[in-house]
């Protein structure tokens, strides 16, 4: 086990565009070993839930992880590596619930709150998203430096895809430092032993001190350089459905 594939959602969630299949199917043909799922709270119950689960221990192409992303005052949690569901109504009580269950609680996409979380959050988390490589958050470079402002001693850097439909994949991986059997993957997340990585850049936590003010840059900058293909694509799409009707 070596690579895996962290927050990812299948047509169990309704914006999930892949049923756990096809999304085994997907990874495995990209390299990656596993798949750490992320499907909508909300969306979910106990019995599809269930369902999820006995689906993830069908797939054989690709280890599916199953887990689930819950919000709590607007900030979202995911719950991986649980296998039992949870609907405890308070933070302090889910999480304890989702570690009793040899889960890990991990903040996600925290580009989407300004890099400002309240303590009462972080508190309950095992884990930080410092590296979320879609495109409106961090892409799929490297992280963003101003995650590092809400990482403790004791929180550990972990990298997602926020993945929905076959469009959002990247390389952005959890990397293994050691082979891993399945049955120890979780393990090995809880231990920290793994780093962060995509096609190009590897880290253990988070980019060095002295890359940060250039990447802080890159990061300015970077949603503007879409502007340009994403008007052309557009125009092309408005294109194409014209010359259909």
């Not at 890099?115 to 988390?125: G, K, Q, R, T």
């Not at 895809?161 to 090995?188: C, G, I, K, N, Y």
Request: proline share 6%; hydrophobic share 40%.
């Amino acid at each position: 086990m070596r690579r895996i594939l962290a927050h990812a959602h299948t047509s169990y969630s309704r914006d999930g565009r892949c049923s756990p299949a096809r999304l085994a199917a997907l990874a495995a043909s990209h390299r990656f070993d596993a798949v750490l799922l992320s499907d909508h709270w909300e969306h979910l119950d106990e019995r599809s839930y269930a369902r999820l689960v006995a689906d993830c221990d069908a797939q054989r192409a690709c280890l599916l992880v199953p887990g689930y992303e819950r919000s709590w005052a607007g900030y979202h949690l995911c719950a991986y590596g649980v296998r039992s569901w949870s609907d405890a109504a308070d933070l302090t009580s889910w999480a304890s619930e989702v570690r009793d269950a040899r889960g890990l609680v991990c903040l996600v996409h925290p580009a989407r709150y300004g890099f400002s979380v309240p303590e009462s959050i972080l508190d309950a988390c095992d884990a930080v998203e410092v590296w979320n490589s879609k495109r409106p958050y961090d892409g799929g470079l490297a992280p963003h430096p101003d995650a590092a402002g809400l990482l403790g001693p004791d929180l550990l850097a972990m990298a997602g895809q926020d993945f929905h439909r076959r469009s959002d994949l990247t390389s952005v991986a959890l990397r293994m430092t050691a082979e891993t059997e399945p049955d120890e993957l979780m393990d090995e997340i809880r231990a920290g032993r793994f780093s962060i990585t995509s096609r190009w850049l590897r880290f253990e936590r988070l980019p060095p001190t002295r890359l940060r003010p250039l990447l802080r840059t890159w990061q300015a900058v970077r949603p503007a350089l879409w502007v340009v293909p994403l008007t052309v694509f557009r125009s092309l799409r408005r294109l194409v459905r014209r010359g259909r009707r």
